[in-house]
């Protein structure tokens, strides 16, 4: 009887231990992505409707990243053109130096600058007269390098005829020119002529009169059909050619977009674009929340930009020497942004919020013919440039540029200059600045000019504003290389 009583309990036991064996079983089965995602169940819509939103966002992000040295270009042609018209047979040439009132990423007010914008599209292939000893460059509306035009390009500093050809060219190509293919139909023309010494500084004449050579005509005209030159004058003109800070952004970007071959965009760039309704040849609508997420990370990514340029490299490859704070903007990369083994997308956003325009020649160690430009936001310190103090520079003596050297000071979130009462930002070698007995050069750098130090070793900055410092080499020589030169630290005086 005792038996028969325990039987059932035993049963029911044995029962309850083997469901609660194969449950565990179960849970164990589960694979980990499935235990991740809500255990098996289903999120709620409120967890699905912020994780879309967090998507598109953060695929904006990604897309101003990869996008921004096309918008870069593209603000420098709106606000050129707009200024000062367009067409193959404009080209602005800022004739008494280029200042403040130009509103571009790190200009140089030290050169005589030429600049415009071909639309090989609406021309066909376009033949350009360079003139001899410029230091200029051609590249494609994605800032990738076509070819360098002077000491480093095929002209080798004599000038001579380039012929760039559209995309899309199947056509007779004659012999004689320079020939290279754009992968854009827009193309940006950049040439830089250098001033000679004059009375008290640089003198432009020379320089402009050689820039106001440049021929640029449609290859197929003869003579008589080609519009005559214009070379209006950007000096002094106050002129926006940044790119975009708002929705517009991303308008300009769609533009470009329809207008471009497709195989001018990566392919999974163009995947990212599409992810946030940006497609050749699509309408562009985009709905309330991705309206949301693309005007957010137009004003989100830059300062992401930013923030990582002064956090600095943690390989420090964008350092220029193990005990100065001078850094590079290529950080180790080629003139097309490619490390050993990957393409440096973060060194490259970098760049082109505060400059524009990479090519071999500003990349590559050529003797006494590329040229360099070591930078610096922070004093010996690490302390981050604060144009409320004042600093000094000093520039040992034999500095290793051929052709010249300059200082020059930026808005470090764009590269703009800042606009002082001193005309230009800068100091160069044609300055005549006062060296010291050895030959030295002592530059200062403070909101008020430092009492004992002459007018033309100062610098003015901008008081609690942030600034940094380019040194400019031009043809640079071997002491820069093998680092038997070196500029001191920026130094805050007490």
Known sequence: MKTATKCPFIAAALVVALAFAAGAQAQEAMSPLVKQ??????????????????????DAIQAYRLTLPALNTIGMRDGSEAKFGNGYNVLPIWKDRMNAKTLVPTPNCDVIYSMSYLDLKETGPLVVHAPPH???????????????VGALGPDRNRGGLYLLLPPDYQGHVPAGYFVFKSSTYNVFLFFRTVMKPGANGPDPTEAVADAETTRVYPLNLVEKERKPMKFPNGSNVPVNMMYPTDFSYWEKLKAF??????????????????SVGIIKGVPF????????????????????????????????RDRYYTDRQYISAWAGTDADWFQASYLDINQRASFFQVAYSSAPAMVMDTINAGSKYPSTMRDKDGDLLDGSKSYKLHLPAGIPAKAFWAI??????????????????????????PPN???????????????????????????????????????????????????????KLK
């Not at 764009?414 to 009462?421: L, N």
């Open 134 to 148: 410029v230091i200029g460059m051609f590249t494609d509306f994605l800032q990738r390098t076509i070819t360098d």
């Open 257 to 274: 977009v329809d207008y471009e071959p497709v195989e001018a965009i990566a392919p999974e760039v163009r995947g990212i674009l599409a």
């Open 285 to 316: 609508n985009p709905d309330v929340a991705t309206k949301e997420a693309l005007s957010k990370a137009v004003e989100t990514a830059p300062k992401m930009i930013y923030a990582w340029r002064l956090a600095g490299r943690a390989d420090g």
């Open 37 to 58: 995602m809500y255990n098996g169940g289903w999120p709620d819509k409120t967890a699905v409707e912020q994780l879309n939103k967090d998507r598109l966002y953060y």
């Open 437 to 491: 007995a050895d030959g030295s050069i002592d530059l200062y750098f403070s909101p008020n000019k430092i009492e004992g130090v002459d007018e033309k070793n100062w610098i003015q900055t901008l008081d609690s504003r942030a600034f940094l410092v380019t040194i400019r080499l031009y043809g640079t020589g071997t002491g820069f290389y093998d680092q038997t030169w070196k500029p001191d630290d920026v130094v």
């Open 408 to 433: 020059t000071i930026y808005n470090p979130a764009d590269g703009t200059m800042p606009e002082t009462s001193q005309a230009f930002p800068s100091r160069n070698q044609m300055d005549k600045v």
